[in-house]
Structure formats: structure tokens, C-alpha cells
């Protein structure tokens, strides 16, 4: 008798784990994984390209090149540049003890926008210039969306100061951004 049960639980045991294996799902192929990421690319260009249009988008910065090329990695909900209308909000804060202009340890130039340009080169990258104007200060920022995906660069540069610095992360439309404003400088 108990070989029978035994016998009966085994067979149970991979009748289950063949009709789990069949009815799962198959992994997809080299191929099909590249169609799929490039699909998904086009979507995310598509709508950063939409939200650039519409002048309500963020461009949410994961890393930060300084003026002598040193590279820091940073947290997009501090880091970005948004735009909504006619006005923007330029902020960068770092992880430094010292609690900076913005209580974040960076500075923030909140203000309008003025000679906003926006251009389309022959492969899909998309390019907007334009100058925020705040109350302290004020900077020229230079955009550029990549024709694949939805990553960006900004160069900021600072018009009271020689300073220079690049900001490269993500576009995104300002209803989907979840970022953190510091206080205004």
C-alpha cells in the first residue's frame, strides 16, 4: 500500500511540474528581447519628445559632470530641470554636509524662461536652448534629447559665474515626475 501512494504522489509530482513548465512563460529570444527594448525606446522618445512640445517636462538627473570633468552620481528627485510654461526650475544638490542655498546642499534658481528654441537634427535628437532668468541669478541651459530612449543631457551655464556644469538623466512629462524642490535662491 505504501508503495502505491508513494508511486501515486510521485507520478502526481511531475505531472504538476511538467504543466507548470509548459504553461509558463517562454523566455524570449536575443532578437526579441533588442525588438522589445527598441519598441519601448521609441515609446519613451515619443513621449519625452510630446512633453518637450508641450514645454511641461523634467529632465531628471541621476549624474552630475562638473566643470574639470568629475562625475558624481546623484539623486534624481534633487537633480533636475523642469519645465512648466514659461517657467523653470534648475536644481542641483549633492550629498554634502553643508546644507548649501536650497536647505539640500545645492542651489536652486527658480525663475522664467526667455529665448526658448527648440530644433530637430536629421537623426531625432532634439535640442532646446533657452535662458532662465531668477531672482539672484540667472543661466543659459542647453538640452539635448537623444534620438534613442528617453536620456538627456543639460549643459548649464551660469551667467553671473564661469561655472559649467552638465547634467545627464531622463525626460520626463511633469505629471509623471516625482521630484523634491528645494528652497528658491
Known sequence: MKRI?????????VAVGAYAQGDGKRKLTKE????LEARMDS???ARAVAAINDSAFVLEADEVVFKRGYTAHVSYTTNFVA???DEAVVQVAFN?????FNGLGGITLEGNITQYEKETDSR????VTMNVTGRGISARLFITLWSYGNKATVNIQ??????KLTLNGTVVPV????VFKGTAF
Open 5 to 13: 501512494i508513494l508511486t501515486f504522489f510521485a507520478v502526481l509530482a
Open 32 to 35: 526579441e528581447r533588442k525588438a
Open 43 to 45: 515609446l519613451d522618445n
Open 83 to 85: 519645465v512648466r510654461g
Open 96 to 100: 554634502v554636509p553643508w546644507p548649501g
Open 124 to 127: 531625432g535628437n532634439v535640442y
Open 158 to 163: 551660469q551667467n553671473f559665474h564661469s561655472g
Open 175 to 178: 505629471d509623471e515626475s516625482s
